[in-house]
């Protein structure tokens, strides 16, 4: 069975960590950000040895996945268009030191993927790959193979499920669905959910209680309840 190409938009810590795993997996992965190729090849060459350094439009016109790895400020940057029919999965996260100290991207009331989504119109996004720390990524795969950890996803578009759920799986996660796209604001900074690479039962646990935490009220306030 032909393997889908996996497109890494985004070279730095998460991005070159997820393609290793992703080279390691056995994928066709590519990766690009906005430097030129000849810049970035000999850091992905020692960082993610296997991975195809490419031009950030090669990648794009290439990959069948892509993977969103860049700061989420910059997500308004990329042009849609060169998106269009691609899975897309969104990892980006606002983070105050890079994308400045007041988030004018996304809010509690729309999350970080639904804007993402809203604004790569003509792609199927699935929020994956944010909530785990890129060193945890890595650590738990190669070191505790036999109790995979939780990774979570949330999509509005049933039909990318199976692709979403294949590859969490083949990268050395368990893949837990949250459901539609919405759901995936659980899964962002400041939620208890975020950072955890923990098995299935613990995730579920901490999901099952995310509403008694700090954030859980700040979302039921902003909303007028819980996400439905
Ligand atoms: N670090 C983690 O553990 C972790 C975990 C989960 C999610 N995340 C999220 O993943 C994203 C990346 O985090 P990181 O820690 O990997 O950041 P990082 O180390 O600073 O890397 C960011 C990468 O994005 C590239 N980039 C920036 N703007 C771009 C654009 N418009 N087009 C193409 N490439 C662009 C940068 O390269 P150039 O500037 O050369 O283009 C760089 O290679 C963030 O949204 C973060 O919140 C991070």
Not at 9 to 16: D, Q, R, S, V
Not at 166 to 177: H, S, V
């Amino acid at each position: 069975m032909t393997r889908p190409v996996i497109g890494i938009l985004g070279a730095g810590k998460l991005g070159t960590t997820l393609a290793r795993l992703s080279v390691h997996a056995g994928y066709p992965t590519l990766i690009g950000s906005r430097k030129p190729v000849a810049d970035l090849k000999w850091v992905v060459d020692v960082l993610a040895p296997g991975a195809e350094t490419v031009t950030a439009a090669e990648l794009t016109d290439r990959a069948d996945i892509v993977i969103l790895a860049i700061p989420l400020s910059q997500i308004p940057a990329l042009d849609p268009t060169d998106f269009a029919g691609k899975i897309v999965l969104d990892a980006a996260n606002y983070w105050a030191d890079v994308d400045g100290s007041t988030n004018t991207f996304s809010s509690l009331t729309e999350g970080s993927s639904e804007v993402t989504q809203r604004l790569l119109s003509q792609s199927l996004v699935a929020k994956a790959f944010n909530h785990m720390g890129y060193h945890d990524l890595e650590i738990e795969v190669t070191r505790h193979p036999s109790a995979r950890s939780a990774m979570a996803f949330a999509t509005d578009h049933d039909a990318i499920r199976p692709a979403v759920t294949e590859l969490i799986t083949a990268l050395g996660f368990a893949p837990l669905d949250l459901g539609p796209l919405r759901f995936g604001l659980l899964l962002e900074p400041g939620s208890p959910l975020f950072g955890l690479a923990e098995p299935v039962p613990a995730f579920k646990e901490a999901l099952a209680n995310v509403y008694d935490s700090p954030f859980g009220r700040h979302i039921i306030a902003a909303r007028g309840g819980k996400i439905q």
